[in-house]
């Protein structure tokens, strides 16, 4: 197998489509679950900031923490962990699913060109999202209230529901779109870049040292979100947003310049993300890759010795 195709699972030809789809499906479910349930704490404390007008920092953020832990318990650090489940599994089970089948679609590895692997990864951001938009407006409300309000993800989607119509499940989806295409774009294509890279320097085969995936994740982590993070506080004030004050993408990004600023408005908290950000990337590409490759050995060798 030449250098070129050295991260081309050689299981694959093994495998049917539909096999593909299961076993990616189910490693990407696994994936994103471990990986925002180990960086929820840090992923409410930055959803705190992004959508209010104080100014951030990082010992303010760890404050944010350690009064959230004394006044509320340890649990409420991950306040809202359920309703990101219930939006990561599927969100991450369609995304990682959707970026092989995009590849394939695109013929990426016949086609070694950048273009199709930026667009493969920036297609399986879009599918993904659209696919899970609401679950992640739910999200975003649990992780900014406290448990009176919204109780549960059932009470979110009641209250939402009774007092702001069907409509209000999709506020902020035009800008988590046009986000999520540098983000997953960047991610995806600077991950397959790394592997590809490591693989031609190492001589190996397709399999990639797990601690070499996490840190290529961690690195892609760190570029994509730096890259559409101005988007991210766009969609979170206007998720989170019950009183009209953000009705809009335009009025959105004029009322955060106007009052904050580009940097304190449009990257406020992003030093968060760039802890949080490569930690749980790193854990879900890592993961991923992973538990896919153990399944497939797996529904490979149960297909050969079905065969006996």
Same mark, same amino acid.
């Given at each position: 197998?030449?250098?070129?195709?050295?991260?081309?699972?050689?299981?694959?030809?093994?495998?049917?489509?539909?096999?593909?789809?299961?076993?990616?499906?189910? %490693? +990407?479910?696994? &994936? #994103?679950?471990?990986?925002?349930?180990?960086?929820? *704490? !840090? @992923?409410?404390?930055k959803i705190n900031f992004q959508i209010s007008h104080?100014?951030?920092?990082?010992?303010?953020?760890?404050?944010?923490?350690?009064?959230?832990?004394?006044?509320?318990?340890?649990?409420?650090?991950?306040?809202?962990?359920?309703?990101?489940?219930?939006?990561?599994?599927?969100?991450?089970?369609?995304?990682?699913?959707?970026?092989?089948?995009?590849?394939?679609?695109?013929?990426?590895?016949?086609?070694q060109g950048s273009e199709r692997l930026f667009l %493969? +990864?920036?297609? &399986? #951001?879009?599918?993904?999202?659209?696919?899970?938009? *609401? !679950? @992640?407006?739910?999200?975003?409300?649990?992780?900014?209230?406290?448990?009176?309000?919204?109780?549960?993800?059932?009470?979110?989607?009641?209250?939402?529901?009774?007092?702001?119509?069907?409509?209000?499940?999709?506020?902020?989806?035009?800008?988590?779109?046009?986000?999520?295409?540098?983000?997953?774009?960047?991610?995806?294509?600077?991950?397959?870049?790394?592997?590809?890279?490591?693989?031609?320097?190492?001589?190996?085969?397709?399999?990639?040292?797990?601690?070499?995936?996490?840190?290529?994740?961690?690195?892609?982590?760190?570029?994509?979100?730096?890259?559409?993070?101005?988007?991210?506080?766009?969609?979170?004030?206007?998720?989170?947003?019950?009183?009209?004050?953000?009705?809009?993408?335009?009025?959105?990004?004029?009322?955060?310049?106007?009052?904050?600023?580009?940097?304190?408005?449009?990257?406020?908290?992003?030093?968060?993300?760039?802890?949080?950000?490569?930690?749980?990337?790193?854990?879900?590409?890592?993961?991923?890759?992973?538990?896919?490759?153990?399944?497939?050995?797996?529904?490979?060798?149960?297909?050969?010795?079905?065969?006996?």
């Amino acid at each position: 197998m030449g250098k070129s195709n050295q991260n081309v699972d050689p299981k694959l030809k093994h495998l049917s489509n539909g096999e593909i789809v299961v076993t990616s499906l189910a %490693a +990407g479910a696994i &994936a #994103g679950a471990l990986a925002k349930t180990t960086i929820a *704490p !840090l @992923d409410r404390t930055k959803i705190n900031f992004q959508i209010s007008h104080k100014a951030y920092s990082t010992r303010k953020a760890f404050k944010f923490l350690a009064e959230t832990f004394k006044k509320q318990g340890p649990l409420a650090l991950w306040r809202g962990n359920s309703a990101t489940m219930a939006r990561i599994v599927p969100y991450c089970a369609i995304q990682f699913t959707a970026h092989e089948q995009w590849k394939r679609i695109l013929k990426v590895e016949q086609n070694q060109g950048s273009e199709r692997l930026f667009l %493969a +990864g920036s297609l &399986a #951001g879009v599918t993904s999202q659209a696919l899970t938009y *609401p !679950l @992640d407006l739910a999200r975003a409300r649990m992780a900014v209230t406290n448990k009176l309000e919204y109780s549960t993800l059932r009470h979110v989607f009641s209250k939402i529901y009774s007092l702001e119509g069907v409509r209000a499940f999709f506020k902020g989806f035009i800008p988590t779109i046009v986000g999520v295409i540098p983000y997953a774009g960047v991610s995806f294509f600077t991950y397959d870049t790394l592997k590809r890279k490591y693989g031609e320097h190492m001589d190996t085969t397709y399999i990639i040292h797990p601690v070499a995936s996490l840190f290529f994740g961690a690195i892609a982590g760190v570029l994509g979100q730096t890259s559409s993070y101005p988007f991210d506080i766009i969609r979170r004030r206007m998720q989170t947003d019950t009183t009209g004050k953000y009705p809009n993408m335009y009025h959105t990004l004029l009322y955060v310049y106007k009052t904050e600023g580009i940097r304190k408005g449009f990257y406020k908290g992003l030093s968060m993300n760039w802890i949080k950000g490569p930690i749980a990337v790193g854990i879900s590409y890592s993961t991923y890759d992973n538990i896919r490759d153990m399944l497939r050995t797996f529904v490979v060798k149960f297909k050969k010795e079905s065969l006996v």
